[in-house]
């Protein structure tokens, strides 16, 4: 029961993460109509960005608290990310407007390749640490109740408080702002929207730029689990079943999609995998995935799907 | 001047129904594949075969089913790559497994399990469409890639995970040297592109492109989706299949599941996009595109270092490749949105009227 559990709570923070990367899918899906595969390389970027400013940001200004350094580390990568929505929507999305979904896909596969390659001339392709100060050492909890008591990695635990925070931020953001509301009305619709006012490429930088700083937190709490390489990118691929399930358009669609693929995989992968060699996380959240599309194939949260001839 | 159909007149439904109804596209296509057959074997030398011919042969064939599948029936699909590898494997495993069976009946065994396959991923299709789809064909892909890399049977048992083949001949012939190799792979794509080329222009060509175009529409006047939609995925895969199984044991020789990643899935696509949906000679370019862009790159970026007196390093060549790729596909996005075949048709149309335009 202990381990049931304990494998229980990992599988739910890890759906925290994947959540967290989803969410980015999410904002610019609803935003814009793009599905922006270029999450997963904006997740790189940021996290190779704050890897590096981390480190440069001491040796060059001779800042020396940690937390000074990785503020300005963070407030300089966010800039970064802000700098590069500002030139997709300015190079990209503004010369397509009006194609096809399928148009849109393949350019931000382009941006994904652009990025990855970017990132790494930039920033170099080492593997870097991202040192936030997140506690290591894994708590004890429950030792009243079960024998043992249960590991928790605070890791774990700091990392899904940081992407409760930043949901509660967003709905705030989208709920109550003037700009967040001008957000949803051009999800809704983007012709009604322009209409009244509301100008689009603004919007869709904002959008972009919020996805960014959404990447950035994704990749420094990723980075400093993994640390920071190229394989970071491919968290893109992970988090993609999380959107399919929770819905395309829905985001508390992505946090309980995210919190539904990490146990799912997480209790899979140990009590599944031993029978078959191990290793089917990755293709089980996508079977997973398919088999809830097939019921609802529009998600558990996204808007019903009509089609009009 | 030269082209243009002026005085070809039809007296029969045979000669009207022509796969190249006008008379100069029907010589110029038996000229070019003349001209592979004959010509380049006299000019390419085995690093053109190794590095360019081969690879472009047998994605072009790939990038051909993938089209059939998205550019004639809509249906998006990132799966490819994983068709390719069950093609691989399943042609490997006949290969190996049953004595003295020839080769090409292997090869198209591979074909015939990606068939099946694919129409078992096909289903989702039934049901979502678009983004959502894609991200099911997924499923698909990682789905392959772990049964071929876990389970030991599919590889022979080999301990490394390897799976190789050597000693290939059809009907006695060897299909050993780059140029055997190409003879083998371009004779596959032309019997291949002829199929295709006529699949879709038949009725249930037609019936794919209903379904794409609108699948309410289609289904209201009369056509399965069901069908047309699992036929799509069904001849997709077998090609895809094929193809598969020709880059693995003639272009690889011994290869890992790697080789058929979902990078491979995306680059398919992206000949897809880039050559033209929707087009057979579409494929071609796409192929020929993407096979020779990294080469280019790789080619003219040390030299263009050289000249500004920089070292370029292999990393720095492998994220400038990148960039560069990834900069090309936006920017021809944006200006040709359809693709090469686009630009090829609009440069017929302009020879129809050249010298003369109005």
């Not at chain 1, 580390?73 to 929507?89: D, I, R, T």
């Not at chain 1, 429950?142 to 931020?169: K, N, P, R, T, W």
């Not at chain 2, 678009?130 to 064909?137: I, M, P, R, S």
Request: glycine letters at 10%; a neutral charge; aromatic letters at 12%.
């Amino acid at each position: 029961m202990g381990f049931f559990l304990e494998t229980l709570i990992g599988g739910l923070m890890a759906g925290m993460l994947y959540s967290l990367v989803a969410l980015g899918f999410v904002l610019i899906y609803k935003a814009s109509g793009v599905f922006n595969f270029a999450q997963g390389a904006m997740v790189l970027f940021a996290a190779l960005a704050m890897a590096r400013f981390g480190e440069w940001v001491p040796l060059y200004t001779g800042i020396t608290s940690p937390l000074a350094a990785n503020l300005i580390a963070f407030a300089l990568a966010a800039g970064v990310m802000f700098l590069v929505a500002w030139v997709v929507e300015y190079l990209v999305l503004r010369h397509l407007v009006n194609q096809e979904g399928t148009t849109l896909l393949m350019a931000t596969l382009g941006i994904t390749y652009f990025l990855d390659g970017l990132g790494q001339t930039i920033f170099g392709s080492d593997i870097y640490k991202i040192d936030v100060g997140m506690p290591k050492e894994p708590l004890m909890a429950f030792q009243s109740m079960f024998e043992g008591g249960l590991l928790i990695s605070q890791e774990d635990l700091v990392a899904a408080v940081i992407a409760a925070a930043l949901v509660a931020a967003l709905s705030i953001f989208f709920q109550k702002t003037s700009t967040g509301r001008a957000l949803r009305a051009v999800a809704d619709d983007h012709q009604a929207a322009q209409s009244i006012g509301i100008p689009l490429n603004r919007i869709w930088v904002i959008v972009w730029c919020v996805a960014g700083v959404v990447a950035l937190v994704a990749g420094m709490i990723w980075g400093s689990k993994l640390g920071v390489q190229f394989s970071l990118s491919t968290v893109a691929l992970r988090a993609l079943p999380v959107v399919i399930l929770g819905g395309l358009t829905s985001v508390p669609g992505a946090i309980i999609g995210g919190l539904i693929i990490g146990v799912g995989e997480k209790l899979s992968e140990v009590f599944l995998g031993p029978y078959v060699g191990g290793g089917i996380e990755i293709w089980f959240a996508y079977v997973l995935a398919l088999g809830f599309l097939l019921f609802r194939p529009q998600g558990l949260f996204g808007e019903k799907i009509i089609d009009r001839v | 001047m030269f082209y243009r159909e002026n005085g070809q007149f039809k007296t029969s439904y045979n000669a009207d129904q022509q796969i190249f109804p006008i008379a100069q596209d029907r010589w110029g296509v038996l000229l070019l594949v003349a001209l592979a057959f004959f010509a380049v074997p006299l000019l390419a030398d085995e690093y053109v075969y190794r590095a360019i011919l081969i690879p472009f042969l047998i994605l072009s064939l790939a990038a051909l089913g993938v089209n059939i599948l998205v550019g004639y029936c809509g249906q998006i699909s990132l799966g490819s790559g994983a068709f390719m590898a069950v093609g691989a494997y399943a042609a490997y495993n006949f290969f190996v497994r049953v004595e003295g069976l020839p080769l090409i009946v292997s090869l198209l065994m591979g074909g015939v399990f990606a068939t099946i396959v694919g129409i078992f991923f096909g289903i989702p299709s039934l049901r979502v469409k678009g983004l959502y789809l894609a991200v099911a064909t997924l499923a698909a892909q990682f789905f392959c890639d772990w049964a071929f890399l876990r389970i030991k049977w599919f590889t022979n048992d080999s301990a490394s995970g390897t799976a190789s083949v050597s000693d290939l001949s059809v009907l006695g012939l060897p299909v050993q040297t780059p140029f055997q190799k190409y003879l083998f792979c371009l004779s596959f794509l032309v019997v291949f592109g002829l199929l295709a080329k006529n699949l879709v222009r038949s009725a249930i060509g037609r019936e794919w492109m209903a379904i794409r175009d609108m699948d309410v529409a289609a289904s209201v006047i009369g056509i399965r989706p069901m069908y047309a939609k699992l036929s799509a995925f069904a001849v997709s895969s077998f090609i895809v299949g094929v193809a598969g199984a020709l880059w693995a044991f003639v272009h690889l020789g011994s290869w890992e599941p790697a080789a058929f990643s979902v990078d491979r899935s995306f680059q398919l696509l992206f000949m897809v996009i880039l050559g033209g949906m929707g087009s057979i000679m579409g494929s071609f370019f796409g192929a020929a595109f993407i096979v020779v862009l990294p080469i280019v790159i790789n080619l003219v970026l040390p030299l263009l270092g050289s000249i500004v007196g920089i070292e370029v390093s292999t990393a720095a060549l492998t994220h400038a490749e990148q960039i560069i790729f990834g900069a090309l596909i936006v920017w021809f996005l944006i200006v040709e949105p359809h693709g090469l075949a686009k630009l090829w048709s609009v440069g017929k149309q302009k020879l129809r009227l050249w010298p003369f335009p109005h």
